[in-house]
């Protein structure tokens, strides 16, 4: 086997950034078709929240990325970890507040703003179904 090992012993994926790249652009995508049909089919306000949702889910993605990656970091360099899990929690309590938020004032649809927010799973099965098709080469 002559696979190239980089300094840290993981074999590096050449299609990582492309990885990335195209969940966001199913992101992003299912975002706007999603806000366009819901808004013709349903409502304005419907399609609106679905956008919201769909925004908030890429919101998420970036953070939860960047966060899980300052804390393996951090891990593997033998810092504490502390304040980067507690960023993680705090994720999901900013989320609840702007989902408490659009269920009290009502602006939009929470049910739209969570089926938006569901754009990642369906972006991460997509992606996987693709990339069953065409594997990812080391």
Same mark, same amino acid.
């Given at each position: +086997?002559? !696979? !190239?090992? *980089? ?8 299609? !990582? ?7 966001? $652009?199913? +992101?992003?995508?299912?975002? #706007? ?26 919101? *998420? ?11 393996? !970091? ?8 502390? +304040? +980067?899990? /507690? ?6 309590? /900013?989320?609840?507040?702007?989902? $408490? ?15 938006? #927010? ?21």
């Amino acid at each position: +086997m002559s !696979e !190239e090992v *980089n300094s840290h012993g993981a074999v590096p994926f050449q299609n !990582e950034g492309r990885f990335h790249n195209r969940i966001l $652009a199913i +992101m992003g995508s299912l975002a #706007l078709a999603g806000a366009v049909l819901t808004g013709l089919a349903v409502s304005p306000r419907f399609g609106a929240g679905f956008l919201v949702g769909g925004l908030f889910s890429v919101a *998420n993605y970036y953070w939860i990325k960047k966060t899980t990656r300052k804390f393996f !970091e951090k891990a593997v360099k033998g810092q504490a970890t502390g +304040m +980067m899990g /507690l960023r993680f929690v705090l994720r999901y309590f /900013l989320l609840g507040v702007v989902l $408490a938020t659009v269920y009290i004032t009502g602006i939009v649809p929470v049910i739209a703003v969570l089926l938006g #927010l569901s754009g990642f799973a369906l972006a991460v099965v997509i992606e996987g179904i693709y990339s069953i098709f065409n594997p990812v080469r080391v």
